[in-house]
């Protein structure tokens, strides 16, 4: 069995995703951000772009940012907030 966490990503009127996890991608800053199980704490604000989770079975979910954000890391629980956001 992988190594997998928790993950929240949250617009302002809904959840847009909601499960356990074994990574993450998300659009930060300076480039794209890498979690997986046991990352350090991190908070980091986020750009638009593609954010890519991968679950504890393999199944790829690929939503897009089209603005502005939010991104923290504590004790395997990752929590995006986003202006807005659309599955792909």
Request: glycine share 10%; charged share 20%.
């Amino acid at each position: 069995m992988s190594h997998v966490f928790h993950v929240n990503i949250l617009t302002v009127d809904k959840t847009v995703y909601e499960g356990m996890i074994s990574s993450l991608q998300a659009p930060g800053e300076i480039g794209y951000l890498g979690v997986l199980a046991n990352h350090i704490p991190l908070v980091t604000t986020l750009v638009p772009g593609k954010i890519t989770v991968k679950d504890d079975s393999g199944q790829t979910k690929v939503f897009h940012s089209k603005g502005k954000g939010f991104l923290e890391v504590v004790k395997n629980d990752a929590t995006i907030l986003l202006d807005s956001s659309d599955a792909l």
